[in-house]
């Protein structure tokens, strides 16, 4: 039985400790929830801290927010350096964000562990996932972190690699759906142009083994929203263009989602942008 601290307390972090409190002792810190311990308590008592923070995006430069991350990031080094501790970042951030903090606090372990949760099925998606990612930089590091999941999720798929690749797998896992829901949106418009059935037409493409027909759907809104595409797909074509590379797909993407979507609901999501921290 191992003593694990979660740090933010929303869909991920629920998931967290719906996965693994009836094993282990779970102590959760969240700022704006009183109910809960401090972040000193949570770090001090536990051997395997998740992080569980948003990643905002920033409206005016197309960039990803830290902020979030920084502050607690820094809060958490100062109670977990010099010891065993592992800090497991499960918040999607940027390629190379987890070895940043690595080199800013090298005497702390961190790992970078993504999560593939679909919110409105989170707590049932975190037990029975697709597959386990564990990225670190420290072989100890990994192999603890392993046999947590291990002992949890024995016939579940694990994948051990260097924390920058399981950053990108993140990214390249969210990003290719959204690609996949702005493909279908723009489909669904030839069809409509060309008077027939969508639905038709998806059930005889999908009926190809290669073709998964999972965000392929059409909603009332259009497009994608949300908590994570939106955000997600904003920061890598941020960091795209900081590698200087030209994310051109990706910026049509973006383009194409924010013609057809009807709302744009995560300007008004509290974390999503910048702008809406709480």
Request: net charge negative.
């Amino acid at each position: 039985m191992a003593n694990i601290g979660i740090v933010g307390y929303g869909f991920v972090g629920t998931a967290v400790e719906y996965g693994f409190k009836d094993d282990h002792n779970i102590r959760i810190y969240d700022k704006y929830k009183e109910e809960f311990d401090t972040l000193e308590g949570v770090v001090k008592s536990s051997e395997l801290i998740f992080v569980c923070l948003p990643t905002p995006y920033k409206d005016e430069n197309m960039n990803i927010d830290l902020s979030i991350m920084d502050e607690n990031i820094e809060g958490i080094s100062k109670y977990a350096k010099n010891t065993d501790k592992i800090v497991i970042i499960k918040s999607t951030v940027v390629p190379g964000t987890t070895r940043n903090y690595s080199n800013q606090y090298p005497d702390v372990n961190f790992c970078f562990n993504p999560e593939f949760l679909r919110e409105a099925h989170h707590l049932e998606d975190f037990v029975n996932p697709d597959r386990t990612v564990i990225g670190a930089d420290k072989e100890e590091v990994l192999a603890r972190v392993a046999q947590l999941y291990r002992k949890k999720m024995p016939h579940v798929p694990m994948f051990m690699t260097d924390p920058t690749t399981a950053e990108l797998v993140k990214y390249f896992s969210n990003l290719f759906l959204a690609t996949k829901v702005t493909f279908a949106n723009e489909m669904s418009e030839f069809c409509d142009a060309l008077e027939v059935d969508y639905n038709e037409v998806k059930g005889m493409v999908t009926a190809d083994r290669r073709i998964s027909d999972s965000h392929l759907e059409i909603t009332k809104e259009g497009g994608f929203g949300g908590k994570c595409f939106p955000k997600d797909l904003v920061a890598l074509i941020g960091l795209g263009k900081k590698l200087g590379l030209e994310p051109s797909l990706l910026e049509a993407v973006w383009e194409k989602n924010l013609k057809v979507r009807k709302k744009q609901d995560w300007k008004d999501i509290p974390f999503v942008s910048s702008n809406q921290k709480k």
